[in-house]
């Protein structure tokens, strides 16, 4: 399921606690729908789809590195081509989910990542979702 299209999924117009209509395949820890792009967006960084990753936030996206507070990214076109060149292109590249926090529109993932240092490390995202879609995403690295 790409992200961009899950506006029209009517799953979205479902009560809390339904949630027969998504897709048995995506993991997600809660029944909330602020979950749904955070997961399909980690899905498509570890199948390296830079397409399938940029699609699940919004054109206007904003990436921060804590605990700076002005943004080191902005927008798709920019996620895109970082993705591409600094991340999609290692082979071993894989984000490890250890733990998944939902609160309201704000998704908290710790992660292990693979392939980008000689050893694996962990970081935490905190993305927050508009819509349906991932409209900032803050990094904090464990080191």
Excluded at 68 to 83: D, I, L, S
Excluded at 117 to 128: D, L, M, S, T
């Amino acid at each position: 399921m790409r992200c961009a299209s899950l506006a029209a999924d009517d799953a979205w117009a479902r009560p809390p606690g339904v949630l027969q209509a998504l897709p048995a395949n995506m993991p997600l820890t809660t029944d909330n729908p602020a979950e749904v792009p955070v997961q399909e967006q980690l899905e498509a960084y570890n199948a390296h789809d830079v397409a399938r990753f940029v699609a699940c936030y919004t054109e206007d996206v904003q990436i921060y590195r804590l605990p700076g507070t002005e943004p080191v990214m902005t927008g798709r076109a920019a996620m895109a081509e970082h993705y591409s060149k600094h991340r999609f292109s290692i082979p071993t590249l894989h984000a490890e989910l250890v733990k998944r926090m939902v609160m309201g529109n704000k998704v908290i993932d710790h992660e292990r990542i693979h392939g980008v240092r000689e050893q694996p490390y962990e970081a935490a995202a905190i993305y927050e979702v508009q819509g349906t879609l991932i409209k900032t995403v803050w990094f904090l690295n464990a080191d």
